[in-house]
């Protein structure tokens, strides 16, 4: 849902203020130079892997693979709280046993 509504975001607002204003908001326009400054004297380049197989395409197809990171990371998560459920639920049939025992 929050990766829908920040895209919804992206086209509707920021794209067309940068179309008006000739603004590069949040590389609505064109991909970053990848040039960023730690420290005046540290430079570091970050750029997105994907910019030079897509070329003009870049924040189009970006979604998609950003949709996919998304889901991949989403359903791994699922997994993880199935697993804690289930050691959990067991810890807390082991400690039921025990109180029984005890009574």
Request: proline share 3%; aromatic share 18%.
């Amino acid at each position: 849902m929050a990766h829908c509504l920040f895209g919804l975001y992206q086209r509707v607002v920021l794209l067309p203020l940068s179309a008006l204003t000739n603004v590069n908001l949040n590389y609505t326009l064109c991909a970053s130079n990848g040039i960023y400054y730690l420290f005046w004297f540290i430079k570091i380049k970050i750029v997105d892997p994907f910019i030079p197989f897509v070329g003009n395409y870049y924040y189009f197809l970006s979604d998609f693979y950003l949709f996919l990171g998304g889901e991949i990371f989403h359903r791994f998560l699922k997994v993880v709280l199935i697993i804690l459920k289930k050691i959990t639920a067991e810890l807390h049939i082991k400690e039921l046993n025990e109180d029984k025992k005890s009574d």
